[in-house]
């Protein structure tokens, strides 16, 4: 099986730039767009993830002989296009909203300036990638919100595919997760991962205290033992019995937590593991992280809500040609006008506005211009204008910066300051409309 990027991708991106070339309209200079019509349905505000392995993809963009010989024998391009194919590197240019920083209904998160036939062949990775990584981004920001400063490890790979458990990993750390179970992610990404014993570790022992016993022998009486495998009191009981009142933490993994916790913690009192942190896991989202916000919980674990992006796996990002240029160089706007999936044409660029004490208040979309055309930081009292396009790719050069470990990094920094600008709305768990308006200029 080939693992080429360009083969993540539908037919029909091929079978257009086939056509095109037979029209002669392939090398015409395009501009194409992935933006969202709307949020996915309760929510205030997105966070744009998948950006720097995005771009990593691009440049491997590339069909080799086994992905040119199979779209031969298929016949599924002429052989004027399996020539174009066979030369295929992307050498135009991408701007697009930093990765880590917030969205909302309009947002030109990302512009692709190419050739039609260079930037339509994009288009299913680019929505594969942004979609899957904002939607699990997004969901991780709305848990971290309401952690009220408590760590959240991402455990999610056995809830999704291979792949994407990766994917959801570095999402979620950029989102402000602390820690990830994924060792792939950690290894690729320099995300930290974290992980003692599951259920079956204690099963395998004669007893709980055998189990208990072995794993601090392993691991010293700093590791986190589990505790509700039989009977939660009794799991407790053994646990400081066996590592002492200096054992590092207790996990939990089932029952009425909010109960459960507030007795976990007097008993660990009770036997002096003042200092033995707790951590919850079992099937959490951002609203049982809510619901416990009133209890001592020191840590969370969370898998399944959190990779499948708590209800909402696609972001809802669409991908779209916004303008061409003429034959006498002047860009041409063009725009889908289908009820209900309506879309804005022309180059664009984007500001944030940010009032006098920081606070995010509108989303200017300035229509014309295009990315490239950056717009001052205006100062007016103490309020500006934030800028929200960034160079990608220059001329089919990725700005490193944004890939790899660092830019992961990068992006995770970017993303705490920008929910530091959100509006308070913003982080009500209630079904609302956008916490601020997108106005095109």
């Given at each position: 099986m080939t693992l080429s990027p360009a083969f993540r991708t539908d037919r029909y991106e091929l079978t257009m730039v086939d056509a095109a070339i037979q029209s002669g309209r392939a090398d015409l200079e395009c501009m194409f767009e992935a933006f969202a019509r709307r949020l996915p349905t309760g929510r205030r505000y997105g966070i744009v993830a998948g950006t720097g392995r995005l771009m990593e993809l691009i440049r491997q963009f590339r069909f080799e002989d086994a992905e040119l010989s199979w779209l031969e024998e298929n016949a599924v391009v002429r052989r004027p296009t399996l020539d174009f194919l066979a030369n295929y590197a992307f050498r135009g240019s991408v701007w697009g909203y930093q990765e880590g920083d917030a969205?909302?209904?309009?947002?030109?998160?990302?512009?692709?300036?190419?050739?039609?036939?260079?930037?339509?062949?994009?288009e299913t990775i680019i929505l594969s990638v942004l979609n899957y990584d904002t939607s699990v981004a997004s969901a991780a920001a709305r848990m971290v919100s309401v952690s009220l400063g408590r760590p959240i490890a991402e455990m999610g790979s056995r809830r999704t595919s291979e792949h994407?458990?990766?994917?959801?990993?570095?999402?979620?750390?950029?989102?402000?997760?602390?820690?990830?179970?994924?060792?792939?992610?950690?290894?690729?990404?320099?995300?930290?991962?974290?992980?003692?014993?599951?259920?079956?570790?204690?099963?395998?022992?004669?007893?709980?205290?055998?189990?208990?016993?072995?794993?601090?022998?392993?691991?010293?009486?700093?590791?986190?033992?589990?505790?509700?495998?039989?009977?939660?009191?009794?799991?407790?009981?053994?646990?400081?019995?066996?590592?002492?009142?200096?054992?590092?933490?207790?996990?939990?993994?089932?029952?009425?937590?909010?109960?459960?916790?507030?007795?976990?913690?007097?008993?660990?009192?009770?036997?002096?593991?003042?200092?033995?942190?707790?951590?919850?896991?079992?099937?959490?989202?951002?609203?049982?992280?809510?619901?416990?916000?009133?209890?001592?919980?020191?840590?969370?674990?969370?898998?399944?809500?959190?990779?499948?992006?708590?209800?909402?796996?696609?972001?809802?990002?669409?991908?779209?040609?916004?303008?061409?240029?003429?034959?006498?160089?002047?860009?041409?706007?063009?725009?889908?006008?289908?009820?209900?999936?309506?879309?804005?044409?022309?180059?664009?660029?984007?500001?944030?506005?940010?009032?006098?004490?920081?606070?995010?208040?509108?989303?200017?979309?300035?229509l014309g211009a295009g990315p490239a055309a950056a717009p001052a930081d205006a100062e007016a009292g103490t309020a500006r204008d934030r800028p929200l396009l960034v160079p990608l790719i220059a001329d089919g050069v990725l700005t490193e910066r944004f890939t790899g470990a660092a830019g992961t990094e990068l992006a995770r920094a970017h993303c705490a300051t920008v929910m530091r600008e959100l509006p308070i709305e913003a982080f009500r768990l209630g079904r609302g409309d956008a916490v601020i308006p997108t106005t095109y200029r």
């Open positions: 969205y909302f209904p309009g947002s030109p998160l990302l512009q692709v300036e190419s050739t039609f036939a260079e930037g339509v062949m994009l994407a458990a990766v994917a959801a990993a570095r999402a979620a750390y950029i989102a402000g997760f602390s820690a990830t179970s994924s060792l792939e992610a950690g290894r690729t990404w320099g995300i930290p991962t974290m992980g003692t014993a599951a259920h079956s570790f204690v099963l395998l022992h004669d007893s709980e205290e055998e189990a208990f016993r072995a794993q601090v022998a392993a691991f010293g009486t700093g590791t986190t033992l589990l505790v509700d495998t039989y009977n939660v009191p009794r799991g407790i009981a053994l646990a400081v019995e066996v590592a002492g009142p200096q054992l590092g933490a207790i996990r939990i993994d089932s029952g009425d937590l909010p109960t459960v916790v507030a007795a976990a913690r007097a008993q660990l009192d009770s036997l002096g593991a003042v200092n033995t942190t707790i951590t919850v896991t079992s099937d959490l989202d951002e609203f049982s992280i809510a619901a416990l916000s009133a209890s001592p919980v020191d840590a969370f674990g969370v898998g399944t809500s959190v990779v499948t992006g708590s209800g909402e796996p696609a972001a809802g990002l669409v991908y779209k040609l916004v303008a061409h240029r003429s034959p006498n160089a002047e860009w041409i706007s063009v725009a889908k006008t289908s009820v209900s999936k309506t879309s804005i044409g022309g180059r664009k660029n984007a500001i944030r506005r940010i009032d006098e004490h920081g606070t995010a208040r509108e989303e200017v979309v300035l």
